[in-house]
């Protein structure tokens, strides 16, 4: 090849420091003869950071903090000397996102899937201390070969680390397509303990409710919040742990007698299905109008209970969903504007329940 400066390393923004006695500023002639080629990532803009794949990973999911991975690990130097090696017992076990790592094999592990086989080539600046090895003086690059043979999802779902999830059993299907995102029937089996020294069981569905599982619609505030929140991200088949906040477990929530107000829980959740609602899809206008009247009867019921914001959620669905109902006829559309008039009716009560009292 040959290259003008402007093209080689003369380029203004070449990522490659050349040394200063370099003739960057002058034509260049490249014999280059290609020996293999691998899918690769650029990871750092700097190309600090870059993966080759050598085997592709199952799935999309990849690690982020605060999952729980676990991985083989080996490292050598540029040149080819191996100065680490985790490739026997148990593979190496860490925390995303709490620097046990260095940093830029975290970051090209963050691209990994699971069951995938990769090198992570790291230089200098990226290599960062940890526990897993300590900073390798006079070396300026790092290859690490690593297998992903695991990812354990750890959500914080509040962002402020009290209400955390962590899966301990992998469900069936692909997250979150698979979960029950949208208010369903569930069905489950739990554990509650208080999140003490103990950790004393104040209720097992397979020991307190005869063997069995509770079942319960989401979106009816039926469950204490942090619970709901979690099991809305749960495959079928996942056992979950989740670690939960008093305001968002019993301290809202009618308390069971054993549980002492202010008290942080930890459930273990099985979710063992769900049913989806209806799809109005190919349902007649009569039966469509039967689905968005249970719905708006249920938020009613809420409304009376004072869940407001669960109210207003049923409302807004039967609203939403109302766009996609098209009347064949007269009568159907004056049926239809009666519906919607009083779904209307009940979103603005919600809305604004203390005009809504006023008003009554």
């Known amino acids: 090849f040959k290259m003008k400066p402007q093209m080689h390393y003369g380029e203004d923004d070449c990522p490659v420091a050349a040394p200063s006695t370099f003739p960057k500023d002058e034509e260049l002639h490249f014999e280059i003869e290609m020996i293999d080629f691998a899918k690769a990532k650029i990871i750092a803009d700097d190309f600090g950071v870059v993966k080759k794949v050598i085997n592709e990973g199952q799935g999309w999911e990849t690690p982020r903090a605060p999952y729980e991975v676990k991985a083989w690990i080996s490292a050598k130097t540029g040149d080819g000397k191996l100065i680490l090696s985790h490739r026997e017992g148990e593979p190496y076990f860490f925390t995303f996102g709490k620097s046990e790592v260095p940093k830029g094999l ?18 200098s600046q990226y290599l960062t201390p940890s526990p897993l090895m300590p900073v390798v003086e006079g070396c300026e690059e790092v290859h690490f070969e690593v297998e992903l043979v695991h990812l354990i999802q750890v959500r914080d779902m509040l962002g402020d680390g009290r209400l955390i999830k962590r899966r301990i059993r992998d469900g069936k299907g692909e997250f979150p397509m698979d979960c029950p995102l949208h208010d369903s029937l569930l069905c489950v089996h739990y554990k509650g303990m208080l999140l003490n020294e103990e950790k004393k069981v104040f209720y097992d569905t397979r020991v307190d409710n005869d063997g069995q599982p509770l079942e319960f619609s989401s979106g009816e505030g039926l469950v204490p919040e942090g619970f709901e929140m ?11 742990l989740v670690t939960c906040p008093p305001d968002y477990a019993y301290d809202k929530f009618l308390r069971p007698a054993n549980v002492p107000e202010g008290a942080h829980i930890q459930w273990e959740i099985e979710l063992l299905g769900f049913e989806k609602p209806k799809d109005w899809t190919g349902l007649s206008f009569d039966g469509i109008m039967d689905e968005a009247e249970k719905i708006r009867v249920t938020g009613n019921r809420l409304f009376k209970e004072g869940k ?16 996609h109902v098209n009347p064949q006829d007269d009568e159907e559309g004056k049926v239809f504007v009666g519906k919607r008039l009083h779904a209307c009716s009940n979103w603005e009560n919600a809305e604004s329940p203390s ?5 009554s």
């Open 106 to 123: 975290e970051m090209g592990i963050g691209t990994m899937t699971r069951e995938e086989k990769a090198v992570i080539y790291v230089t």
């Open 308 to 323: 407001f914001e669960l109210a207003k959620a049923k409302y807004e669905k039967v609203l939403r969903d109302f766009n």
């Open 230 to 240: 979690c099991v809305r991200l749960m495959l079928p088949g996942e056992i979950a």
């Open 355 to 359: 005009r809504h009292a006023i008003r």
